[in-house]
């Protein structure tokens, strides 16, 4: 299975924005979501935001609502992250997963990681 490519990542100041891009050349509509988790050092990988590919709509981890926003462009088989308002908890190595499922009330991810892309946030 072909990995997804992560980009976007960088260092930015506190209440600074960064887009994040995920190609993914293996999305399969037929599967329910696509998205992004996190995972900062010492910590568990985590979900931050899913697209769903019936309709598009969107679902977040409370923590970033209001702030982040994920998108995609079915023709360029990418899934964007845009994220305003950074916090420096927001450190951590993002990846993109094109196939997340809602199972026993939280997101877990099916499909293949990449090589992640770091975005660090500096007080």
């Known amino acids: 299975q072909v990995q997804p490519v992560e980009s976007g990542g960088g260092l930015v100041q506190a209440g600074g924005s960064l887009r994040l891009s995920c190609v993914s050349r293996?999305?399969?509509?037929?599967?329910?979501?696509e998205g992004w988790f996190r995972q900062a050092p010492g910590n568990q990988r985590e979900f931050v935001a899913a697209?769903?590919?019936?309709?598009?709509?969107?679902r977040y981890v409370d923590s970033v609502k209001g702030r982040f926003t994920i998108s995609r462009d079915n023709s360029k088989n990418t899934v964007y992250l845009q994220m305003n308002s950074l916090k420096p908890e927001d450190t951590a190595v993002y990846y993109c997963?094109?196939?997340?499922?809602?199972?026993?009330?939280?997101?877990?991810?099916?499909?293949?990681w990449g090589q992640g892309t770091q975005v660090t946030v500096s007080s």
């Open positions: 997963n094109d196939d997340l499922r809602w199972v026993s009330n939280m997101w877990s991810a099916f499909g293949s």
């Open positions: 293996t999305r399969t509509f037929n599967n329910y979501a």
């Open positions: 697209i769903l590919y019936s309709d598009g709509s969107p």
